[in-house]
């Protein structure tokens, strides 16, 4: 990655409706300055990892590239957890004249990983290495395409096209029950997940600048077309052990779990932003959203109800067809004021909306179901802020926040029923987790980031010394507005940690460079229900608080002109927690996070 960037307010319409803005990811570009440019790491650590990261980029005339392949595998700290993945890269560009060029890019990965399964919470407290699945696979296979053309009309106006498809495939293959205590029954078969994703959009841009008022403004309008024919089937596998992404039907005509669906969705949008510089120090930026979304889903599944001796009761495929049509229009306000040349006030407004796909109801899971009439989001982001720097001492940025969301998708608990012979929905005596449009909520809370020199404070004559504290919190808090469900209304929003902290320092001398990171995340709820955490459970896992935990991270490197050799420990107290308590793959159950461990990586650069 080059940079990591993060756009909210009327700015993040332009790249979507979702809340909170959006994070940006950047790739490397080709170097300018050099025909060929070789980087090539190799890394090794805990529990057998290796990976090896290699890449070329250079420019050559007007022909320039970028290109890496990555690889990794390793065998995880929990049995039956080993990994392997090959992921490739390039960017080629041409430079048809010096107001034209054109780029094409491709990113090709494959992953296939044993998973280990879930605990349930007493499983973990008595061994997080446990593992009592030895038949679960996962397995991504992702191929994406790209070809953009940009275009200088003139020295104010520019023009760019985006292209791009997705072809990509993604199974999950394994022994689930809602006992995630209970050991893999290796005579059954395994369940069977296929996504197929075909997907392809284009994007068109046009960026003017124009003076008003004396100074220059800017002017983005864009629109974005985005068409997919996705394909999803449940059903049973082998009852082998390996990575048999087939489906075996005969061999188990009753098995419960059976779907098969198309998704033929279609996206259009029509985006636009203006930077309105009205003085030296206040500038505002509104910007608008108009969006259509079809989604549709043709298909069916399976209702299987069997007896006590696994004999079918009932047996009969149900068609479950649909089209969703919605348009709306999305606004949003930016402004920024200069106070001095060193410190800026910032706010931002935008309305925001997800979409749910009928994808997201389909999958059947033993503990997780799917509220049919599930719908989409919708609401706002607000936040404003301070940033600015001190001298070369000190750069910080301070804001506060606010999420309304109405409609907002969320879990609870509640008892599995079913419809009997005689016709009446009676209950099965299990908790199910249940996932549906909650209620109305909102998040609210401030987060801060401060970076400190302590050398350009105590000593800023020294050019080899390099030591900076850094300092990222986040203090949150969420409450259920309003919910027709019970037991939720005055909740806290499932998975918000009241504190996330990250602070540190960074140090060094000439070329031996250093790093120390503490984080902390206070405790967190799972569901909408805010059900507490029941240690001594021994059945599920899937419900309950996320305990509060901290990690100390330390990292070394030293650099010897072309060579760089670096080491590192993650998670240096050896503490012992979990982040996540997956409904579904990889679990069910909780997914212990990992121990201490270590690595090193030497680079070569050319």
């Given at each position: 990655?080059?940079?990591?960037?993060?756009?909210?307010?009327?700015?993040?319409?332009?790249?979507?409706?979702?809340?909170?803005?959006?994070?940006?990811?950047?790739?490397?570009?080709?170097?300018?300055?050099?025909?060929?440019?070789?980087?090539?790491?190799?890394?090794?650590?805990?529990?057998?990892?290796?990976?090896?990261?290699?890449?070329?980029?250079?420019?050559?005339?007007?022909?320039?590239?970028?290109?890496?392949?990555?690889?990794?595998?390793?065998?995880?700290f929990?049995?039956?957890?080993?990994?392997?993945?090959?992921?490739?890269?390039?960017?080629?560009?041409?430079?048809?004249?010096?107001?034209?060029?054109?780029?094409?890019?491709?990113?090709?990965?494959?992953?296939?990983?044993?998973?280990?399964?879930?605990?349930?919470?007493?499983?973990?407290?008595?061994?997080?290495?446990?593992?009592?699945?030895?038949?679960?696979?996962?397995?991504?296979?992702?191929?994406?395409?790209?070809?953009?053309?940009?275009?200088?009309?003139?020295?104010?106006?520019?023009?760019?096209?985006?292209?791009?498809?997705?072809?990509?495939?993604?199974?999950?293959?394994?022994?689930?029950?809602?006992?995630?205590?209970q050991?893999?029954?290796?005579?059954?078969?395994?369940?069977?997940?296929?996504?197929?994703?075909?997907?392809?959009?284009?994007?068109?841009?046009?960026?003017?600048?124009?003076?008003?008022?004396?100074?220059?403004?800017?002017?983005?309008?864009?629109?974005?077309?985005?068409?997919?024919n996705?394909?999803?089937?449940q059903?049973?596998?082998?009852?082998?052990?390996?990575?048999?992404?087939?489906?075996?039907d005969?061999s188990?005509?009753?098995?419960?779990?059976?779907?098969?669906?198309?998704?033929?969705?279609?996206?259009?949008?029509?985006?636009?932003?203006?930077?309105?510089?009205?003085?030296?120090?206040?500038?505002?930026?509104?910007?608008?959203?108009?969006?259509?979304?079809?989604?549709?889903?043709?298909?069916?599944?399976?209702?299987?109800?069997?007896?006590?001796?696994d004999?079918?009761?009932?047996?009969?495929?149900?068609?479950?067809?649909?089209?969703?049509?919605?348009?709306?229009?999305?606004?949003?306000?930016?402004?920024?004021?200069?106070?001095?040349?060193?410190?800026?006030?910032?706010?931002?407004?935008s309305?925001?909306?997800?979409?749910?796909?009928?994808?997201?109801?389909?999958?059947?899971?033993?503990?997780?179901?799917?509220?049919?009439?599930?719908?989409?989001?919708?609401?706002?982001?607000?936040?404003?802020?301070?940033?600015?720097?001190?001298?070369?001492?000190?750069s910080?940025?301070?804001?506060?926040?606010?999420?309304?969301?109405?409609?907002?998708?969320?879990?609870?608990?509640?008892?599995?029923?079913?419809?009997?012979?005689?016709?009446?929905?009676?209950?099965?005596?299990?908790?199910?987790?249940?996932?549906?449009?909650?209620?109305?909520?909102?998040?609210?809370?401030?987060?801060?980031?401060?970076?400190?020199?302590?050398?350009?404070?105590?000593?800023?004559?020294?050019?080899?010394?390099?030591?900076?504290?850094?300092?990222?919190?986040?203090?949150?808090?969420?409450?259920?507005?309003?919910?027709?469900?019970?037991?939720?209304?005055?909740?806290?929003?499932?998975?918000?940690?009241?504190?996330?902290?990250?602070?540190?320092?960074?140090?060094?001398?000439?070329?031996?460079?250093?790093?120390?990171?503490?984080?902390?995340?206070?405790?967190?709820?799972?569901?909408?229900?805010?059900?507490?955490?029941?240690?001594?459970?021994?059945q599920?896992?899937?419900?309950?608080?996320?305990?509060?935990?901290?990690?100390?991270?330390?990292?070394?490197?030293?650099?010897?002109?072309?060579?760089?050799?670096?080491?590192?420990?993650?998670?240096l107290?050896?503490?012992?927690?979990?982040?996540?308590?997956?409904?579904?793959?990889?679990?069910?159950g909780?997914?212990?996070?990992?121990?201490?461990?270590?690595?090193?990586?030497?680079?070569?650069?050319?």
């Amino acid at each position: 990655m080059e940079e990591i960037q993060v756009v909210r307010g009327a700015a993040s319409l332009q790249y979507g409706s979702q809340f909170g803005g959006l994070i940006n990811f950047k790739f490397k570009k080709p170097n300018p300055n050099k025909e060929i440019e070789l980087i090539s790491r190799q890394t090794v650590g805990s529990y057998d990892l290796f990976t090896s990261f290699n890449s070329l980029s250079g420019t050559v005339g007007k022909f320039s590239y970028y290109t890496y392949l990555s690889y990794k595998d390793g065998n995880g700290f929990r049995p039956n957890s080993n990994f392997n993945s090959k992921n490739y890269f390039t960017h080629l560009g041409y430079e048809i004249s010096d107001k034209t060029k054109v780029s094409l890019e491709t990113t090709f990965l494959h992953y296939l990983a044993k998973q280990p399964g879930g605990l349930t919470d007493a499983q973990f407290y008595e061994d997080p290495t446990f593992s009592n699945r030895d038949r679960n696979w996962f397995e991504v296979d992702w191929r994406l395409y790209s070809f953009r053309l940009d275009h200088a009309f003139s020295a104010k106006t520019d023009f760019s096209l985006n292209v791009f498809g997705l072809n990509a495939s993604r199974r999950a293959l394994g022994f689930r029950t809602n006992r995630v205590s209970q050991e893999d029954i290796i005579s059954e078969p395994r369940e069977l997940l296929i996504d197929n994703f075909s997907n392809w959009g284009a994007e068109a841009r046009v960026l003017t600048r124009y003076n008003l008022a004396g100074t220059e403004s800017a002017l983005l309008l864009g629109s974005k077309i985005y068409k997919t024919n996705n394909d999803q089937r449940q059903g049973p596998g082998s009852a082998a052990a390996d990575a048999d992404f087939n489906f075996a039907d005969a061999s188990f005509p009753n098995y419960e779990r059976q779907s098969q669906f198309n998704f033929p969705n279609f996206n259009v949008a029509l985006f636009g932003e203006n930077i309105f510089n009205l003085s030296d120090k206040l500038a505002l930026t509104p910007g608008f959203r108009l969006e259509h979304i079809k989604t549709e889903s043709i298909g069916s599944y399976q209702e299987i109800t069997l007896d006590l001796a696994d004999n079918p009761l009932l047996n009969r495929e149900i068609e479950d067809n649909r089209v969703f049509d919605r348009t709306f229009v999305l606004l949003g306000l930016g402004a920024t004021y200069k106070l001095s040349p060193s410190v800026e006030l910032y706010g931002n407004f935008s309305q925001n909306y997800r979409s749910v796909t009928f994808s997201d109801i389909r999958v059947v899971n033993p503990s997780f179901q799917v509220d049919p009439n599930i719908s989409d989001e919708d609401g706002f982001t607000a936040d404003f802020g301070a940033r600015g720097r001190f001298k070369d001492i000190l750069s910080y940025d301070v804001s506060i926040y606010g999420l309304y969301y109405d409609n907002r998708l969320g879990e609870i608990l509640k008892e599995e029923t079913q419809v009997n012979a005689a016709g009446e929905e009676v209950s099965t005596g299990r908790l199910l987790r249940a996932r549906g449009n909650i209620g109305t909520a909102f998040i609210y809370g401030l987060e801060s980031f401060a970076n400190w020199s302590i050398k350009e404070t105590l000593f800023p004559q020294s050019e080899k010394v390099k030591l900076n504290y850094f300092a990222n919190l986040a203090i949150t808090k969420s409450e259920y507005l309003s919910s027709e469900r019970n037991n939720v209304e005055g909740n806290e929003v499932e998975f918000i940690p009241k504190v996330n902290l990250k602070t540190g320092l960074n140090f060094g001398y000439d070329n031996l460079l250093g790093s120390l990171q503490y984080t902390y995340f206070a405790d967190q709820f799972t569901d909408a229900t805010n059900a507490p955490q029941d240690v001594n459970d021994n059945q599920r896992g899937i419900e309950g608080v996320i305990p509060a935990y901290d990690i100390l991270d330390f990292s070394l490197s030293y650099t010897y002109k072309k060579w760089k050799l670096e080491a590192g420990i993650n998670n240096l107290l050896d503490n012992s927690y979990f982040t996540r308590r997956a409904t579904g793959y990889p679990g069910p159950g909780i997914i212990p996070s990992e121990p201490r461990t270590f690595y090193t990586t030497l680079q070569f650069k050319l």
